[in-house]
């Protein structure tokens, strides 16, 4: 049998003709009015098309429409099949959406989603013909005159398609919800029940949304709560002037105010949804769907599972996987709720009976856990328990929470921190799709933090492994470093997901970071926080690696609207009122002059005779461009800069690199792959981009090979130089390829990498001395931003700056010649790097019995002339002649005991030497010695400028305090 087409056009014309009358009545019927207002006549007749071709409503299939340009999306699916939407929202969790509506049809049978994805150009056309419309909002008094301004801005923020289908009411509450989310970034919710008949809204807005994910979370947690979705709409709206990006999602629900309210529904609802923008599921969003766990215990549970593959990753890291710590926690439910019950036991703010409760929910989990026959699994309940139990603070109680964040006592890595001073404080943060840990070894401390962004799954989990080592080794570092200054060593370092947000990340961990050092002068933490440090805790901080700007301003103002004592001083590097270590070059400052002093000790004079140089880190970096800029202002064309090299290439000229050229990369903040190619002087000369495996390759290994006098590593990642390949520092004669190292960056060779160059006779400078004047520079920025306000600050910053300048200079020569006396006085047989570090601990040793000293002691500094005398000279001199009062009264008291401790012993180090300040730590009364060091030492200051001579007033004001000091003590 032959089909003639002639034959069968007819009956399916008939065919669809006849289901054409059937559904399209229906479809009218049963679409909400405002689906016909939002989308065009030609839209509608596609969807309906698409209904009649695919039988939706009889076949259970899933239709999807998807327009020429690739932006618009529309699926159509059974209103009943929730899995079916999930699906959808699944495929589209990675699209950058700038609009969605969504309809369930009023008898229940399907459900119409239209998604807009972002366009390259706006269609600017359509916002011009809006001014008439516009102007009708202000002649109906909907926004009120005095508001124009701001309603023409938001407006501008609009996209095309929100400003075709104005309605009034819609555009006057989105324009009021976002007045008054400005400058926050807290998550909008309101729930207002029944707005219409037996149907409720619920409106969730936000400022700089995560855009992976965020609308298929919020419907699982509506699915979650039994809640329908009768319509949902979403719409996004772009500040460019702030580059900020708001949404607003207004979801009708069929529901009444009764069956919102029910069983603590509401209170539920609101906890899950105001951490939509902080928090994403993973394998153990399997509690809230299967055992009804809110979001915020499946976050605790994912912070604690994270927790136990950081401990237990150091007992065995292929036993125990992220994958696999998960599973053992979804295959043991009850043991896992009990886990939960136990925390709450011991942190919910509303419980009366803690200790009572505590015992009995450790006991029933011990019972549990002794019958457990998966040692792999019990171990993991067991380093949970562990990390609950050495918890001292949690942020978890609290509302509108941006991550989580845990002050944990130190001991619980003490059997991983072998031959090592156990850190003095470590607090461990978790949420969207990032870990941190925030590691200090003093009381009072400063670090910066570092934000370690990764490119793939791979890439993560490999630095997974290293994160809590990473900042315990940088803090480590950052406590020698920190020798000259009042605040210990801390590091904060944020480890990103792929699929991480780099400001939620930093805002999220500051926040939660605030949450648990907020105090007043009657407690020590938040009413909300049960407590077990029961103390204050100073910590300041300070931009490293991926930290901009905008991050520095923003954790400042925040900690000012959280209460923070001294916001100010809560971040060093502040763009406006602060020392910016870029702009003023301070870490490349101590570096030259850590490098002057050694070529001078290998017998180059770097004013007179001609010397090399290669670096790492690139012009547009903050201590390679500053010390390119350093050494070409200083030492001119005795400098020969051989090679340099960045994440994007690296350059080599052995007739040395054109300064000229170096200088407008560094002006332009450009990387080595900008420098001028004609600018190359010599045949050998190369420049390589690293834009392919032969390039990395180059680029990886050009500071091994080029041979030069002196090599400054500023920048790289940690362990470049390691074990495995330090022998490539090595020319084929198995020499050295430079004379010496200044490390600029930290860790940059690992230690046993560091003693193998040495043994090989390379001149090492420890990163803990060769670039503490960064340290030094946020210190005093630290001590301004606990004296004055912002407007105080700059009124006097250019001269404070310029005496800070002249401070870090002059510490770091101290320094430098204090270690290279030392190496010599040690016949050159004892590592420099051993030496800094002996340097380094003999100085923290000795300001930290000074400091707990003169506490015990002296107690109150008012009334001491000779220590007040001390805490001014530290200060520089402008500070002092303008707010002599304010350093002495407003200052917390324990920052002026520690700022004594450091500069005294400091001090007496530098001056006196090694030898000289382990025998005064001996003394019996090192008090009463000190004190008379102390006026001694004014003595000499006064018969110092009575003498001509200025070699014998060296030699007195070296040696004078000293000799008068012991003569009178020791009769």
């Not at 918890?391 to 978890?396: A, K, S």
């Not at 470590?426 to 969207?432: A, C, D, P, T």
């Not at 870029?582 to 570096?591: A, E, I, N």
Request: charged residues 30%; contains cysteine; hydrophobic residues 40%.
């Amino acid at each position: 049998m032959t089909l003639e087409v002639s034959a069968l056009t007819p009956q399916i014309k008939e065919i669809l003709g006849s289901m054409a009358e059937e559904i399209s009545p229906w479809f009218f019927a049963n679409m909400h009015p405002y689906y016909f207002r939002f989308h065009p006549e030609e839209e509608i007749k596609k969807h309906i098309l698409a209904i009649i071709s695919g039988r939706l409503t009889t076949d259970k299939g899933i239709i999807s429409l998807e327009s020429p340009c690739g932006t618009r999306f529309t699926f159509i699916t059974p209103g009943e099949n929730k899995s079916a939407l999930i699906k959808i929202l699944e495929d589209f969790k990675e699209k950058k959406i700038q609009t969605v509506r969504m309809y369930t049809s009023l008898d229940g049978s399907i459900c119409l989603s239209t998604f807009q994805t972002y366009k390259q150009v706006e269609d600017l056309e359509i916002k011009e013909e809006l001014n008439l419309e516009l102007d009708n909002f202000f002649k109906e008094k909907i926004i009120k005159p005095e508001e124009k301004e701001e309603f023409s801005s938001f407006i501008s923020c609009a996209n095309s398609e929100y400003l075709t289908r104005l309605e009034r009411g819609r555009v006057a509450r989105h324009f009021k919800i976002l007045k008054s989310l400005r400058g926050k970034e807290e998550v909008y919710l309101n729930i207002e029940p029944e707005v219409y008949a037996e149907e409720s809204r619920i409106t969730i807005a936000m400022n700089n949304p995560p855009s992976y994910g965020l609308l298929l979370e919020i419907i699982k947690i509506f699915f979650r709560h039994t809640l329908n979705i009768n319509r949902l709409y979403l719409d996004t709206f772009y500040n460019r002037e702030k580059d900020i990006t708001s949404l607003i999602i207004s979801c009708y629900l069929k529901c009444t105010a009764k069956e919102l309210e029910k069983d603590s529904c509401l209170l539920n609802l609101q906890e899950d949804l105001s951490l939509v923008k902080w928090f994403f599921p993973d394998e153990l969003e399997w509690f809230a769907q299967e055992k009804n766990f809110s979001v915020k215990k499946v976050f605790l549970l994912q912070a604690s599972s994270e927790f136990a593959h950081q401990y237990l990753l150091k007992i065995d890291p292929y036993a125990y996987t992220q994958a696999r710590i998960k599973a053992k926690l979804i295959a043991y439910p009850e043991i896992t709720e009990e886990l939960v019950d136990y925390f709450y036991a011991r942190f919910s703010p509303q419980e009366e009976s803690r200790e009572d409760l505590m015992a009995v929910r450790e006991l029933n989990l011990k019972k549990s856990l002794a019958e457990l026959t998966d040692e792999i699994a019990k171990n993991v309940f067991e380093s949970i328990l562990l990390f609950y139990k050495n918890i001292l603070r949690t942020n978890y109680f609290f509302e509108n929470l941006f991550g989580l964040s845990f002050r944990l006592d130190p001991k619980v890595f003490a059997s991983f921190i072998k031959d090592e001073e156990i850190p003095f404080g470590i607090y461990y943060f978790y949420g969207r799709f990032f870990i941190g840990f925030h590691i200090r070894y003093r009381d009072m401390a400063r670090g910066g933090v570092r934000v370690v962004r990764t490119k793939n799954l791979e890439h993560y989990k490999m630095e997974l492994h290293r994160v809590f080592d990473e900042a315990r080794g940088l803090a480590l570092a950052q406590q020698y470093k920190n020798k000259d200054i009042p605040e210990g060593g801390s590091k904060a370092v944020i480890l990103l997901h792929p699929l991480g947000d780099i400001d939620l990340a930093v805002k999220a961990m500051a926040d939660s970071l605030l949450d648990l050092i907020v105090s007043s002068k009657d407690s020590p933490c938040k009413e909300n926080i049960v407590d077990y440090l029961k103390r204050h805790e100073l910590i300041y901080l300070g931009p490293d690696e991926n930290i901009s700007p905008k991050h520095i301003n923003w954790i400042v103002q925040r900690a000012r609207e959280k209460g923070y004592s001294w916001p100010q001083a809560i971040m060093s590097s502040k763009p406006v009122a602060g020392i910016n270590h870029k702009q003023y070059g301070v870490t490349s400052l101590g570096v030259v002059v850590y490098m002057e002093e050694v070529l001078k000790f290998l017998g180059l004079n770097p004013y007179e005779q001609e010397f090399s140089v290669k670096l790492t880190g690139g012009p547009a970096g903050d201590v390679a461009g500053n010390a390119l800029k350093l050494i070409i202002q200083k030492y001119g064309s005795k400098a020969r800069i051989l090679s340099l090299s960045d994440g994007h290439g690296c350059l080599y000229d052995p007739s040395g690199l054109d300064h000229e050229e170096l200088l407008r990369l560094v002006k332009e903040e450009k990387p080595t792959s900008e420098f001028s190619p004609a600018r190359l002087k010599s045949k050998e000369a190369f420049l390589v981009k690293a834009d392919t495996p032969e390039g990395v390759k180059i680029r990886n290994e050009l500071h091994n090979k080029v041979v030069a006098d002196v090599f400054l590593p500023c920048g790289g990642r940690p362990d470049t130089i390691n074990l495995k390949n330090w022998a490539k520092f090595l020319t084929p004669e198995g020499k050295p390829s430079a004379q010496a190292i200044i490390e600029g960056a930290n860790l940059f060779i690992s230690p046993e990498a560091r003693e193998k160059l040495q043994e090989k006779g390379v001149l090492i400078i420890h990163g803990s001395s060769a670039n503490k004047a960064g340290v030094i520079s946020s210190s005093y920025e630290i001590l301004a931003g606990l004296i004055l306000n912002e407007q105080e600050f700059l009124e006097l910053k250019e001269e404070y700056i310029k005496e800070v300048l002249e401070i870090l200079e002059k510490r770091a020569r101290d320094e430098a010649r204090l270690l290279l006396w030392e190496y010599k006085l040690r016949s050159k047989k004892e590592f420099l790097t051993k030496i800094s570090l002996e340097v380094s601990r003999e100085i923290n040793e000795l300001s930290d019995i000074i400091s707990s000293l003169l506490t015990e002691k002296v107690g109150d500094l008012s009334a001491d002339d000779l220590l007040q005398e001390q805490v001014l000279e530290y200060c520089p001199f402008v500070l002092v002649s303008r707010y002599k009062k304010r350093i002495l009264a407003d200052t917390p008291a324990r920052y002026r005991f520690s700022l004594l401790g450091s500069y005294l012993a400091s001090k007496l180090v530098y001056k006196e030497g090694l030898f000289w300040a382990k025998r005064i730590k001996e003394l019996e009364d090192l008090y009463g010695f000190l004190r008379l060091y102390l006026q001694k030492n004014k003595k000499i200051k006064n018969y110092v400028q009575e003498l001509a001579n200025p070699e014998v007033r060296e030699i007195v004001e070296q040696m004078g305090s000293n000799y008068l000091a012991l003569k009178e003590f020791l009769h």
